[in-house]
């Protein structure tokens, strides 16, 4: 039996579009922060027989939920040789489809944990290059801190992997503002493919991710808080003008995004290094120094559909939290 740990990340530099769907390889590359909080634990026990199943939070994991795990293991099969089916219990230290990122973090511990299970020693590259064939954000989340995820341009998807930004001058935290919305939204994966087919700016959002890296990386190493500012903001904005440019248009935003939004916008104007981004869902996360994290999510409470504020320091990669034979 073992047990992996791996925790979410939210990207600075967006990730919105494929350049191969079977393989999960990203059109462009994107910059991320691993957040200590967001944590996701999996157990991973073998059997002979049988089925896989899946334990989420407790209670038995839906038909397709199962069926993406399963087919996660079946890579990990192939690479290892193995026919064993496996027993995957895993639990979410934050709430489980709330839009928060909580792929990134489970295809990241399940590729950590399946792996040592089933035998195998795999470098962390190549745990990546594994994790994003669950969820593209997962390769990031293998490491900790910032971390970079590189396109590649192989078929096979070999040069598609992250690996940690090292020389940042700012010390980056995250405070969350949780969005009761109550709707169904439109998946990422669903998302972006829609965006890819129909959104006339996708040609130039795509253009703009790799500057955005450059800028980004260079505004992190040198320390310039409101070039990062303009950046991240920008990298959220142009994604969602992407996505709402589609057609029909895809609006991830709503009343309460927009309002925190303005409330990060005016701690900026009151002196406080911030920044927001935004994700597939209507969750707005604030990127602040440790030190102001706390009265960030105090003002961000300010709003009824906020239900709640997560902060978080930035958080460690994927690791064995738990090894023992069976
Ligand atoms: O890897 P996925 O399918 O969870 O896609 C992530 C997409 C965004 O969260 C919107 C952006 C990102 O880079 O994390």
Same mark, same amino acid.
């Given at each position: 039996m073992v047990v992996a740990s791996a925790r979410a990340n939210i990207a600075l530099v967006k990730y919105w579009g494929k350049r191969a769907k079977a393989l999960n390889l990203p059109a462009a590359g994107s910059l991320s922060l691993t957040l200590a909080d967001l944590k996701t634990q999996t157990e991973v026990r073998l059997r002979s027989? $049988? +089925?896989?199943? #899946? #334990?989420l939070d407790g209670k038995l994991a839906s038909h397709k939920a199962t069926a993406r795990v399963s087919q996660f293991l079946d890579l990990v099969r192939s690479i290892s040789n193995s026919s064993a089916r496996a027993d995957v219990i895993s639990e979410n230290a934050f709430p489980t489809g709330a839009g928060l990122?909580?792929?990134a973090s489970a295809f990241a511990a399940l590729a950590k944990a399946a792996t040592t299970a089933y035998g195998l020693k795999l470098s962390d590259r190549e745990l990546s290059v594994l994790a994003r064939q669950g969820s593209g954000s997962a390769a990031r989340s293998i490491f900790g801190g910032l971390v970079r995820m590189y396109? $590649?341009?192989?078929a096979d998807g070999q040069d598609a992997y992250a690996e940690p930004v090292l020389g940042a001058q700012i010390e980056l935290s995250a405070a969350v503002a949780v969005v009761d919305k109550g709707e169904k939204l439109v998946g990422s994966t669903e998302g972006m493919e829609h965006t890819r087919l129909t959104s006339p700016y996708h040609q130039a959002w795509l253009h703009q991710v790799d500057k955005d890296l450059v800028t980004c990386t260079q505004a992190l190493k040198s320390g310039d808080f409101d070039e990062l500012a303009l950046v991240v903001e920008g990298s959220c904005l142009a994604m969602h003008a992407d996505a709402m440019a589609a057609r029909p248009g895809v609006i991830y935003f709503c009343g309460a995004t927009l309002?925190?939004?303005e409330q990060v916008r005016k701690l900026r104007k009151e002196g406080v290094p911030i920044c927001f981004t935004v994700d597939a869902g209507p969750h #707005?996360?604030?990127f602040t120094p440790p030190d102001y994290v706390q009265s960030v999510a105090t003002r961000l409470q300010g709003h009824p559909d906020i239900t709640r504020v997560i902060t978080s320091e930035a958080g +460690? $990669?994927?690791?064995?939290e738990l090894s023992s034979s069976p």
């Open positions: 027989e $049988g +089925e896989d199943t #899946l #334990l990122a909580s792929s396109a $590649g341009q192989q309002w925190a939004m #707005l996360v604030a +460690e $990669g994927a690791k064995i």
